[in-house]
């Protein structure tokens, strides 16, 4: 992939620049990560109290995890509409359909049947990941499922593929741009496998690939689709052999 390739990007009038939003915007909605996380614990925590069970851990994590993406989101959704007068979907390069969206549909479970090859070849060490300790019914296991292959997938993308890999990209080129926006995201998974740099550089490839398809199809929506079908694969994969997720 050539530094010079420009990615297909959502229209926009000819004489703006898009991105349109700048690095002084991705640090504000940066820095909003941490307040809408502690928010997120206090409303879930207060939550589970009144209704007076809080021993089920996958249904407070992932109502948790939700609550703070919508408030994340929220703030981004109110700097694109205050400041720039822009829609949220559009801007984030949310385009249905896209070119050649069949192979994409497939693209998903080869890249984890590849990871999962690459994980035996490089003798990845099983790893007692917090998927593993919060999923000890059959509703825990079906809460982290749909998290996993719907929520998941479609908030990292417009986070990493949709926000911040457009800023990349105008600042170090396409290539450069495609992979430092794969080194965060592998990071943001580090706790999980323990920072396992095995686990770390799986992780930093199946992020290469679905920056490249963001690329290739100018729309985060195929992305996620990548992204979701991929977890999807190892979420049957630990259903069939009680294997672990893949993000």
């Known amino acids: 992939m050539s530094d010079n390739a420009q990615p297909v990007m959502p229209a926009v009038p000819a004489q703006d620049q898009y991105p349109f939003w700048t690095w002084p915007d991705a640090f504000m909605f940066l820095g909003l990560a941490l307040p809408s996380f502690l928010f997120s614990v206090a409303i879930t925590r207060g939550l589970f109290l009144l209704l007076g069970d809080t021993r089920i851990r996958a249904a407070q994590g992932l109502t948790m995890q939700f609550l703070a993406y919508a408030v994340w989101f929220a703030g981004l959704y109110l700097m694109l509409k205050v400041r720039y007068n822009r829609p949220f979907w559009e801007s984030l390069g949310w385009r249905v359909p896209w070119e050649r969206a069949w192979v994409t549909l497939f693209l998903g479970p080869a890249l984890a049947l590849g990871v999962a090859v690459s994980g ?7 790893i007692d990941t917090p998927f593993r300790e919060i999923m000890a019914d059959n509703s825990s296991v079906a809460m982290v499922g749909f998290f996993a292959v719907t929520l998941g997938p479609l908030s990292e993308e417009l986070v990493f593929r949709g926000f911040l890999l457009p800023l990349l ?12 926006c794969a080194i965060p995201f592998a990071l943001l998974h580090g706790p999980q496998y323990a920072w396992s740099w095995r686990h770390l550089i ?7 690939v679905f920056g490249i398809t963001r690329i290739r199809t100018g729309s985060t929506a195929a992305s996620a689709l990548v992204h979701s079908t991929y977890n999807l694969t190892f979420y049957t994969g630990f259903l069939l052999q009680g294997k672990d997720l893949g993000i």
């Not at 070849?121 to 099983?126: A, G, H, T």
């Not at 990209?169 to 430092?180: E, K, L, N, P, Q």
């Open 120 to 126: 035996v070849l490089m003798r990845v060490p099983e």
């Open 202 to 208: 799986l992780l930093l490839f199946a992020s290469l």
């Open 169 to 180: 990209i105008r600042s170090f080129g396409t290539a450069g741009g495609v992979v430092i």
